[in-house]
């Protein structure tokens, strides 16, 4: 299956992923993420979800794990860090019930 | 017989909690493999696209926004993903190889924009297979993750309700049926003595 990739994030973040060859789609607060998300992620199989809109919208991001498609990765911004890591060490926990990666 | 209906069952049972106990285990090994490389990979693209949107921030500050705002709204490159599934253990997992389908032009004229921008989606570019790779394990983690506790939730349920109660059924019947085979004895041996 051939599929494109998308990006979904604040404007000045996304550019340059444009120019890359990624569609780009523009949102300014966690409403309108959410909606483009959603659009987003039924016609695109990957899609780039910058961090700082991968927190408020969880529910939405654990819908999309019932099945291998759409793949949505959280991207870190640079603004802040940890969400991914978060992320990890939340399935870790699941699965495991310990953590072996971060020991704190 | 009702016993030997239940005999089945519990060694059904008892020999699919050993299979699912098995799978649990190497789900859980697989599991560990690709949390390992999801994190290294992630920390990898962390450092790597903090640098990238670094750039072109430095980038966005030599030029003036609408400027850049128009070079980049036509992009010359085009990227397609690949998508596949795979199976881990019986879970479909995303499968994505990245295909150009053009080359990594850039996609405006050197005067409009400064080499800074240059480097930086340059930079993204390069990125973007290993970005898909994360898309691609972080999924396999999150899907595994939910399948092992699933299974988890199989095993225990074999371990400790399905074969105690399937066991506790047929020692019951047991006991009932010795019992009536006693008390057969015991009425033949009066009947006799008699």
Redesign the interface.
Known sequence: MQGKMAVVGSAETIMVFKAAGVEAFPVTDEKSARETLRKVAHDFPVVFLSEEFAEPLKDLLKRFDEGAYPVVLPIPTGKEKGYGEAFLKDSMERALGVDILFQK | MELKKLKARLSTAVRGHKLLKDKSDEM?RR??VL??E??RL?DE??DD??A???Q??LA?ALTPAYV??T???M???????????ESVMGV???K?AL??T?S?A??YAFSEITSE?DD??RM??AL?PK??R???I??A??????E??RNKRRVNALEYVMIPQLEETIKYIRNKLDENERAAIVRLMKVNGA
């Open positions: 859980v599991f560990t949390l390992r999801d994190k992630r693209v962390e696209l903090a990238a949107l670094k072109f921030a966005g850049q705002e070079a980049f709204s992009p010359a490159a085009r990227v397609e993903a690949d998508c596949a599934t479909d997992v995303p994505i295909t150009q053009t990594a850039l996609p921008a930086s989606v993204v570019s973007l970005l898909l994360l898309a691609e972080e999924k983690v999150r899907l595994l993750s939910y092992i506790e």
